[in-house]
């Protein structure tokens, strides 16, 4: 790597922990507003800020300019999560918005190549990324817009794009694949309309609308869903799938099923509430979980290596030492299991479905022991040696 971003280690762990905080407000405020503060913007929304600070720079060749920036943004992140979580949701709103436009105008600046698709889908996920936080800010201080509205700018704006521009980067490279540049642009540009049309509809808070249109969100993914796939079955080296493939292709089934149940949930109001569980559930608990799964094990070695190890001139172990790789593929399978019974019992009536969080649990604990204690485990090996 040619940049090493110092700070997306603490990214990430601010994002682990928003996921685990999130699991016990089920259990106490299932589906309040705490609950959708940590998982959105705490979980998805920490993690996206960290990989982005350390993908952007080396989808430029160049160091981060003003990298100090950075940790005020994790500062700032940091202390707005607290406030929210203890109720100073005024401040606390006002203080996210601030610092995810600060990380808005700082990943802009530093890119002076926006022709790569890639980089044109982070750019205006990291825009949309601080526009949920101003939505946020303003639902919670003025009430203009509604909660729905901040959560799908991050969800459908922020969250979608970031994954699709960096899975047509990742997934040709790490299959030694070419991806044809021209369905790329036509992916970028058809996410732009299908997420406009969205969020408008959000705005609106047309519920007949909102299922209609998110049928146009529904065709863009599986277009990309059919360039991955397409690549996948027609490479020219039948080398074995990297493990960080086959967790973002695991990912992908949970979304359109996901997107069928929010669709459902918008137009069938008199079957919401299980219906919108089942949607949150599959997509944020699901997709986009299992994502972040695969990016933390692809990322956070690398950097690490590369922050820690790379100086240690022949004590210095392989990246691929960093990672557990004979146990990421038995986790994901344990990990699917757990996660098919945590969607079964969250659809249970009360009280049984506050069981759930502790089967998703489960699988927060078995993801960090093979990336973060693995990791540190190998640390201390080379520090000891």
Known sequence: MFYVSKVSPFFFLVGIVSLVLSLFMKLVDTHGFIFFTLLVFGFVGSVLIGAMYQI????????????????????????SLILLYFGHLKTGSIILSLSYCLFLLHIVLN???????????????????????VFLALHLNYGF?????????????????????VEIAWIPMLLMETLNVRKARMLFYLKQASTLAMLFSF???????????????LAVFLYFGHLMFFLIKHRRMPSPIPNVVKAFLLALIFLPVGFIFGMLSAGM???LHKLYILHIDLVLYGFTAFTIFGGITHLLPRI????????????????????????????????????????????????????SPLLYIVIVGDFIRITFLHLIRKIREVNNS
Do not use: C
């Open 304 to 355: 690490v290596w590369n922050w820690k190890l790379a100086h240690l001139k022949g004590k210095a172990p392989p990246i691929n030492e960093l990672v557990n790789e004979k146990g990421f593929i038995p986790f994901l399978e344990r990990a699917v299991l757990l996660f098919v019974l945590f969607v079964a019992v969250d659809s249970l009536p009360s009280p049984l479905s506050s069981l």
């Open 269 to 271: 109001p008199q079957a």
């Open 56 to 79: 952007v720079p080396n989808s430029q060749n160049r160091k981060l300019s003003w990298h100090r920036v950075s940790y005020g943004v994790l500062g700032g992140v940091l202390l």
């Open 145 to 165: 817009v509604s909660l729905q509205l901040a959560i799908h700018t991050l969800t459908l704006g922020a969250m979608l794009n970031a994954v699709y521009g």
């Open 203 to 217: 705005f609106l808070m047309d519920y007949r609308l909102i299922s209609i249109v998110a049928l146009a969100e």
């Open 111 to 133: 890119i002076k190549n926006w022709m790569p698709v890639t980089v044109k889908f982070l750019g205006v996920s990291a825009l949309y990324l601080a526009l949920s936080s």
